[in-house]
């Protein structure tokens, strides 16, 4: 079975920093493209930054200069360092990744429960 846990979420002020963290669990043979996805209620998820396992590293238009994601292949990690927030950063981010549980099966995609980022005065 395996999880992905994120953590790091909290409220913060507009300007201020957060890291998230996403933590995978489980028995895993090799990961591969991790992202970071964020959902306001009401409207569709969205991609916010990529990963790959060559850690080339992709971001939608609106966080580009702000945030970065980085991964730890050791502790099975992807980090997303977010800076100068503003309040349209405010939704649920969401961890996501490509996993392949053993050799030569097949490479899968999981999600985590999501964290709450809310950037507010």
């Known amino acids: 079975q395996v999880q992905l846990v994120e953590s790091g979420g909290d409220l913060v002020q507009p300007g201020g920093s957060l890291r998230l963290s996403c933590a995978a669990s489980?028995?895993?043979?090799?990961?591969?493209?991790m992202r970071w996805y964020r959902q306001v209620l009401g409207k569709q998820r969205e991609l916010v930054a990529a990963?790959?396992?060559?850690?080339?590293?992709t971001y939608v238009d609106s966080v580009k200069g702000r945030f970065t994601v980085s991964r730890d292949n050791v502790k099975n990690m992807v980090y997303l360092q977010m800076n100068s927030l503003k309040p349209e950063d405010t939704a649920v981010y969401y961890c996501?990744?490509?996993?392949?549980?053993?050799?030569?099966?097949?490479?899968?995609?999981?999600w985590g429960q999501g964290t709450q980022v809310t950037v507010s005065s």
């Open positions: 489980g028995s895993i043979f090799r990961f591969y493209t």
């Open positions: 996501n990744a490509d996993i392949q549980l053993k050799p030569y099966g097949s490479i899968d995609e999981y």
């Open positions: 990963i790959s396992s060559d850690g080339t590293s």
